[in-house]
T-cell receptor, first 110, second 114 residues
Framework: GENVEQHPSTLSVQEGDSAVIKCTYS??????FPWYKQELGKRPQLIID?????GEKKDQRIAVTLNKTAKHFSLHITETQPEDSAVYFC?????????FGKGTRLSVIA | GAGVSQSPRYKVAKRGQDVALRCDPI?????LFWYQQALGQGPEFLTY????????KSGLPSDRFFAERPEGSVSTLKIQRTQQEDSAVYLC????????????FGDGTRLSIL
């Protein structure tokens, strides 16, 4: 089955800097890769997703890139703000249910 | 409401008791998913419904876990003879169509087994 690995587990950046979170997946049949943001005690919120027919997708300060050959995808947050502090999860699915990474705790220091 | 609604938000039960967790998906959403989220981990898939049909229950940890969605809308996750290892947040998500569509989560039910 699918296995999704996520790195780093924790990330601290200064306000205004960029943050990058990387994930790898194992199942070459996977074709859908969402990213979720989860604040403490809150629901996971979908922030961006990408399908395997696209290499990059951008939404304001957030972008996701996908390398199908290498089976990895990354989340890029530019001009980070304190409210970006949260746990971020990547996930992947194809013919199987969504499999999530273990999460990255992002801290943006003002 | 506009989002996925789950109840109760918190549930405390003694080991051996049965519990029932409810999920109200976004109106009109065909697909409904249940996940288990342990502390400090990502959500783990439990089961998936398309309308009233349970198409995948491969993630249910044991036969003590049972889920239903009899009318294709509200879903209930039942855990019988609860054990301490069942303590976790149980998340429900729904999506508009079939296949790989964006899933929208509820706030979850935090279950604590004493």
């Amino acid at each position: 089955g699918e296995n999704v690995e996520q790195h780093p587990s924790t990330l601290s950046v200064q306000e205004g800097d960029s943050a990058v979170i990387k994930c790898t997946y194992s199942d070459s049949a996977s074709n859908y890769f969402p990213w979720y943001k989860q604040e403490l005690g809150k629901r996971p919120q979908l922030i961006i997703d990408i399908r395997s027919n696209v290499g990059e997708k951008k939404d304001q300060r957030i972008a996701v890139t996908l390398n199908k050959t290498a089976k990895h995808f990354s989340l890029h947050i530019t001009e980070t703000q304190p409210e970006d502090s949260a746990v971020y999860f990547c996930a992947g699915s194809g013919n199987t249910p969504l499999v999530f990474g273990k999460g990255t705790r992002l801290s943006v220091i003002a | 409401g506009a989002g996925v609604s789950q109840s109760p938000r918190y549930k405390v039960a003694k080991r051996g008791q049965d519990v029932a967790l409810r999920c109200d998906p976004i109106s009109g959403h065909v697909s409904l998913f249940w996940y288990q989220q342990a502390l400090g981990q990502g959500p783990e898939f439990l089961t998936y419904f398309q309308n009233e049909a349970q198409l995948d229950k491969s993630g249910l940890p044991s036969d003590r876990f049972f889920a239903e969605r009899p009318e294709g809308s509200v879903s209930t996750l039942k855990i019988q003879r609860t054990q301490q290892e069942d303590s976790a947040v149980y998340l429900c998500a729904s999506s508009h169509g079939r296949g790989n569509q964006p899933q929208h989560f509820g706030d979850g039910t935090r279950l604590s087994i004493l």
